[in-house]
């Protein structure tokens, strides 16, 4: 708390007096030619929190380079409450996925932090252990909570939010970390009506409707899902209130931008954030193969190309689909990518941009006319495990255990996998995770008013089998890549989502929240997928899930591991101390790093890790 405190202080001096200018300028005159001795790619989730800790000595220079502008006072990324208004504006990258699938990130100070939903879960103790496990030497679940919780400033939850059924678990949040979290507004029992006339016009605040705890017995009489106190402790196979990333309980949002640069902006002239500018490759020292020099920075298509200097190291932070761009186009990736943009080859490293895992989720609805008592954000999660959800789980391990071959061969062959071998090590600890301790598979995230005028389950698997692959289209850093999840190449994935959909199907059936409907499910509805005893039949799920019968799944937008931490027979990008293999002082901090996908959403995990790179990165320059 003291560190917060003194951050703020010095803020609030600096402004007042404007004692310095802010470290964030959009001219390239202003940091072109000086020597900096960290230039950081991306000024997102990682990117951020990095420049932070590394500018902390006072004696260590910084430059970091984002593609986005400036945008901490737009409304649509100021408010959580805002959350969905920057989709598909300037403000997001859209990246657009084979099937006509669109992956979202932020294109803006702050990255993807800056436009998302603010849920707050960690992965389970043993997913943490699987990196460890992959080959990963330092790594450990311990080690990385440290690091979670010193990125965390947690607010604990008010009487007020108790009473709501907010519980934590305080062994895994920290305290005086610069990520405000918090339960969202309680509100007052005097502002529980409506303000005015439908919906829109109620209070935001913490939901207090019935549905609540109504969704927590459901789902505990229809799957056996028990109540926990938190979805970021050790252990998190059950449903719970959930905290959010948020300054206040005004709903103001908590981004990387206003935990790690908001309170140094004025403070730090050892470091400079240049906004609008990508990096578009890394600049090798042309003596020295593998010894990065600068960056290569462009403002627009076509537009004049300069350079930037690092004498120590480049660090990249762009997030799991540029990274592996830049690196292609830097000369690092497998000789076959390379040669389709017309690039050489610097680094023979074939794990570049492959190895892809993302997610897909569905949304099912019950039209319903209660009073939510508030209006978010959305505050109730469930985990369940997979004998939650299937009866048959001995048979289905068995199942996966007997293909796992044939399927690592099949991702070898369609390119999105560099080995068999690696993909199996993975997979392997998927297994025992998801059935040796009971790591969720999949997530029903449940909302008051979503679809409108219903109650919601946003359904989505959460450790999807199938690999897939990004890979730059040209050299041209400002045309869209040759993005391709590979969703539902392997059938698994596909009897794991319907799976999950049947079960979200199970709980609007269960009273007490079945009463809460006007007549049950009616998205997709029973028309759509017809009802039976097994809560509906495969090929109607699967027709739903595609699209084939209207719906159609969206993109979780929350992909990784397309520059994965394992080692490099394994098909690894970068090493247990986040270095490029084979490069000298080229560094990789994302998401692209995760090498395999957790139950939880990932922010408080990547803060957690971002801290790990700068404390790595601050003790090998010494
Ligand atoms: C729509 C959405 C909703 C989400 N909801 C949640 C949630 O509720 N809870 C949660 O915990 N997580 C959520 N996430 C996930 C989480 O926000 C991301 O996983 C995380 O921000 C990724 O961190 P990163 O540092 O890898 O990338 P980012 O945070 O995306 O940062 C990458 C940055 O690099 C910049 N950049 C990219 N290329 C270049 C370049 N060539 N040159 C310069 N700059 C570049 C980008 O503009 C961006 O600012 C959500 C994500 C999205 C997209
Ligand atoms: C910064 O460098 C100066 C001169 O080399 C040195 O005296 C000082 O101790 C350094 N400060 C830190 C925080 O390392
Ligand atoms: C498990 O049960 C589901 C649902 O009935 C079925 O679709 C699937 O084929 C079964 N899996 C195995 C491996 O038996």
Known sequence: MRFAISLALLATVATSVRAAPSVITSDLSSVQGKDFDYVIVGGGLTGLAVANRLSEDPNVSVLVLEAGNDNRQDGRVKSIYAYGQAFGSELDWSWQATGSKTIRGG???????????????????????????????GWSYEDLTKYMNKAEGFSPPSSAQSRLG??????????????????SDPGSSSSRRSVGAGQEALERRMYSGAQQSDFLSSIKTALGVNVIDDLSSAKIDGAAYTPNSILNLAGDRTSSATAYLSPIEFSRSNLAVLTGYRGTRIKWDPNNPGKAIGVVVQQYQNGPKSHVNAKREVVLAAGAINTPLLLQRSGVGSKSDLASIGVNQVIDLPGVGKNLQEQTMNTLGARTTIDYGGKGPSNMIAMPSIYELMSNATDVKNYINSNLQGW???????????????????????????????????ELFFDSGYPANSLGIDAWYLLPFSRGSVRASSYDAFSAPNLNPNYFSLPIDMDMTVATLRGARKIFKTQPLAGLT????????????????????????????????????????????????????????????????????????????????????????LYGIAEKAADTIKGSST
């Open 166 to 183: 907010a519980k934590y678990d305080p062994v895994v949040h920290g305290s005086d970390g610069p990520v405000k979290t918090m339960f």
């Open 408 to 442: 690592a061969q099949q991702m070898v062959n369609q390119g999105h996998a560099v080995n068999t071998q690696g993909l199996i090590n993975q997979w392997k600890q998927a297994v025992s995770n998801i059935f040796d301790s009971r790591a969720p598979v999949s």
């Open 518 to 605: 006007t007549k049950g499910e009616t998205q997709p509805g029973f028309s759509v997928v017809p009802d039976n005893v097994n809560q509906g039949g495969y090929r109607w799920w699967r027709a739903w899930v595609l699209g084939i019968s209207g719906g159609g799944f969206n993109s979780v937008s929350h992909p990784i591991a397309t520059c994965s931490m394992m080692p490099e027979a394994m098909g690894g990008v970068v090493d247990p101390n986040f270095k490029l293999y084979r490069s000298q002082n080229v560094r990789i901090v994302d998401a692209s790093v995760l090498p395999v996908q957790l139950s939880a959403h990932l922010s408080s995990t």
């Open 107 to 137: 294109k803006t100070l702050g990255g993807s932090t800056s436009i998302n939903g603010g849920a707050w879960t960690r992965g389970s103790k043993e997913q943490y252990e699987a990196i460890a496990n992959l080959g990963n030497s």
